[in-house]
């Protein structure tokens, strides 16, 4: 988009064309900066961040919406993105503006209440980069700007108000392997950012930008060089394509000071091509928000064999365990086990787990530490097939749980039944290309199984499931919770979003829309009425699953692709 420079926001606006109807001067104005206090105590009316707030709930007070109410809930407006693929990106909102992204990094300001868009940034892509994932996960909100990470492993920061560029900074060379997805985590003055690119030989790393320049603060790699701390769990030179690549954003403790991110997998994929514990893959690093600092770890599991990336990040909940509450970490993993840890200053300490799905490879785990002992046949090795459940797309792959404080219960989006097998093969590192050294994978569904997907209710003080609903298909839906006492999530190729009670699990709503939904829902309020938004567009890893789910089951689920940001309203 080209953008005139003059003094005035609203006179830019003009020029361009794009000031809507029904959005005046004093909305723009008055929209209010994205401070840190806001951050830390965002007003229920705003989704200022990713999951809304630090501790990643994905959780709004907002209580208009209710399980007497909700069947009256009715589209109120609606807007093409022109884009297909996977629309993964919350629709953001600060003060009735809302903002959010798209495949091949489009960002959109939008009139939260009537739809009208106020600007549209494009990013102009190089020709020759290749695009595995090519999704994104939205923007964060800081001060006057709006930061997006881009598929070309670049940090962008816009105006807020008139979508200018103000600065870009490359994070790492695209040529090598390296892009991004994730959402920016805003903290103190600084952008915090992961890369991903696991497949291709990188090594991961989080980065923090200062807001206002976009110079680098700090850079903490996600696998050590040698002489550094877990550098001995790394193989020869392995460690420099060793992957651990980081794709969604983090949490953050403000009383420690301290962002909690998970990393993905190790690369190769085979552990056999570096044997060893690989540090810091797959695990949860606990980071020094200032600088940088690695403050604790925790691994969920060693030498990954499975493409089980741990990359959703723990959310910070209080948990009552044998009297005592303490400050935790809870994370449904990617290789099916839900952990709880205790979170401290400078430590993280394993307190339970336990598997939420079907999982044949873990035979034990220490009761210290965590540690996980393996079921040898159920282990990819080089040149010798595995066949492990839950599958690689995970027991939850990177869609987000939420947690309700109301009914004090987390909401998992699960996959159940789904099993793969693969080998590992030799592989030679090329920069930017498949790193992967894995034979083709092979999907199955276990024998007498009736179902895929599910939505699970965990109560984390009894470590009990308390209800779970069932879908026939793949469920990649991330999951909303509401002080109404409702879930809001999709994730299923019948196209269906729907709402349930929080409570017990019933269906109470459902709509279907124009694609599967992907997309991480939000809520939000503008002149006392509650909105609840979603983008659909389906693709990426959830297309090429069902698509393997289909093939087995000789059937055919066909879901159009094309994004549309939908927006709904009891009336």
Same mark, same amino acid.
């Given at each position: 988009m080209k953008i005139v420079k003059v003094g005035s926001s609203l006179l830019l606006a003009a020029l361009v064309g794009l000031l809507p109807a029904g959005l005046s001067a004093q909305n723009i104005d008055t929209m209010r900066d994205v401070t840190d206090e806001r951050l830390r105590n965002p007003e229920p009316e705003n989704w200022l961040q990713f999951r809304r707030s630090y501790n990643g709930w994905g959780y709004s007070p907002l209580a208009q919406i209710t399980p007497a109410n909700v069947k009256r809930l009715q589209p109120v407006w609606s807007l093409s993105t022109g884009v297909t693929e996977g629309h993964q990106s919350p629709p953001m909102v600060n003060d009735g503006i809302m903002y959010i992204t798209t495949p091949l990094n489009i960002v959109y300001a939008i009139n939260a209440a009537t739809g009208a868009t106020l600007w549209q940034y $494009?990013?102009?892509?190089?020709?020759?980069?290749?695009?595995?994932?090519? *999704?994104?996960?939205?923007? @964060?909100?800081?001060?006057? $700007?709006?930061?997006? @990470? *881009?598929?070309? @492993?670049?940090?962008? @920061?816009?105006?807020?108000? *008139?979508?200018a560029v103000v600065w870009e900074k490359p994070v790492e060379d695209y040529k090598t392997g390296y892009y991004m997805t994730m959402a920016p985590l805003a903290v103190n003055g600084k952008i915090m950012v992961g890369v991903s690119g696991g497949e291709r030989g990188i090594r991961g790393f989080v980065a923090a930008l200062d807001a206002t320049t976009g110079a680098q603060v700090w850079k903490t790699y996600t696998v050590p060089a040698p002489g550094e701390p877990g550098s001995e769990t790394w193989p020869g030179d392995s460690w420099k394509t060793g992957g651990a690549p980081v794709w969604v954003t983090g949490t953050y403790d403000p009383e420690l000071n301290t962002t909690y991110w998970g990393t993905g997998n190790a690369g190769p994929w085979i552990g056999d091509a570096r044997p060893g514990d690989n540090l810091y893959a797959n695990s949860v690093i606990a980071l020094d928000a200032d600088t940088g600092a690695l403050k604790a770890y925790h691994q969920y599991h060693w030498n990954d064999s499975w493409d089980w990336d741990e990359v959703s990040p723990p959310m910070l909940i209080d948990v009552q365990r044998n009297g005592r509450t303490f400050p935790a970490l809870v994370h449904a993993g990617r290789n099916g086990y839900l952990w709880l840890l205790e979170r401290k200053a400078d430590a993280i300490i394993f307190i339970d787990a336990k598997p939420f799905v079907y999982q044949n490879v873990f035979t034990a785990i220490d009761a210290i530490t965590g540690r996980p002992e393996y079921n040898i046949d159920a282990k990819p090795g080089m040149g010798r097939p595995g066949t492990y459940c839950p599958s690689l797309s995970g027991g939850k792959n990177w869609t987000p749980a939420a947690y309700s404080p109301q009914t004090e219960l987390l909401y998992i989006p699960a996959n159940e039944n789904y099993c793969s097998t693969m080998a590992g093969e030799p592989v030679e590192y090329r920069p930017g290309q498949d790193f992967t050294g894995r034979t083709a994978t092979v999907s199955t569904i276990r024998e007498g199984a009736d179902h895929i997907g599910e939505l699970q209710a965990w109560n984390m003080n009894t470590g009990e499931k308390v209800w779970t609903h069932n879908y026939d298909m793949a469920n990649w839906g991330p999951v909303l919770a509401t002080g109404g006492g409702l879930v809001f999530s999709g994730g299923t190729a019948d196209r269906f979003f729907r709402a349930f009670d929080a409570s017990t699990g019933e269906v109470l709503w459902q709509e279907r829309l124009n694609s599967g939904i992907t997309g991480v829902p939000t809520t939000f309020e503008v002149d006392g009425v509650q909105y609840i938004a979603i983008q659909s567009g389906w693709g990426v890893d959830a297309s090429r699953m069902q698509a393997r789910l289909d093939a087995i089951q000789g059937r055919t689920n066909i879901v159009p692709q094309g994004g549309v940001v939908w927006v709904f309203a009891v009336e």
């Open positions: $494009k990013r102009q892509l190089p020709f020759d980069l290749s695009l595995l994932h090519p *999704t994104n996960r939205g923007v @964060a909100l800081y001060g006057d $700007k709006v930061y997006m @990470a *881009t598929s070309d @492993a670049m940090v962008v @920061a816009l105006n807020a108000r *008139t979508g």
